[in-house]
């Protein structure tokens, strides 16, 4: 909804408008805005709602919503409202895996594939390590391990074996 009024120091609440051409462009203009705001003041009037009854009704439906969100994510409505607040602000960062996801890189000309051990946020970027298990990480018999950036990501490390298969098709369409 395109807001029609704006709150003075003192207080005072006017219709926006202008700026005008002309003098007759600003009175067609803000007679227009004019019975625009008085509609939306008549619909609000309708509701038999106060101010107050409208902010209790958005506090409720706010917890509610958080509540909700908490359940359903496994965690605390603070928690939950910590995460919505970080990603208003912009530090929020939702990443492509998680620690325990396979991973998938080149190696003489075919796919390999690592497990993604720990992820490191860095002022420089974000870090993935990876290992690779002789025979399985039950043994914890380490035979290679690694490290690659997000911007390698669909580059030189895949998140799937099929964007890792078509990468490779490509890079042999490219050799030949």
């Known amino acids: ?10 207080g005072a609440a006017l219709v926006m408008g202008g700026p005008y051409e002309s003098e007759q462009h ?28 409208i902010k209790e009704i958005m506090n409720r439906l706010n917890e509610r ?17 910590e995460i919505l607040m970080a990603e208003r602000d912009g530090q929020l960062v939702v990443l492509p895996c998680k620690v325990g996801d396979q991973v998938y890189f080149p190696v003489a000309g075919r796919w390999d594939s690592a497990t993604i ?26 035979w290679d391990d690694g490290d690659f950036e997000l ?6 490390v895949f998140l799937t074996r099929q964007e890792a298969d078509a990468a490779l098709e490509q890079m042999k369409g490219e050799e030949a």
Do not use: C
């Open 1 to 10: 909804m395109e807001r029609l009024t704006v709150v003075t120091a003192k």
């Open 26 to 53: 600003a009175r067609d203009d803000l007679m227009t805005r004019y019975k625009v705001a008085v509609g939306r003041l008549a619909a609000y009037e309708d509701t038999g709602l106060e101010p107050e009854d």
């Open 65 to 81: 919503f958080l509540l909700l969100l908490a359940k359903e994510y496994e965690t605390t409505p603070k928690r939950a409202m």
């Open 117 to 142: 051990e720990h992820i490191e946020v860095w002022s420089t970027g974000v870090r993935f390590f990876w290992v690779q298990y002789d025979i399985g990480p039950e043994t914890n018999e380490l």
């Open 151 to 156: 911007d390698d990501i669909g580059k030189t």
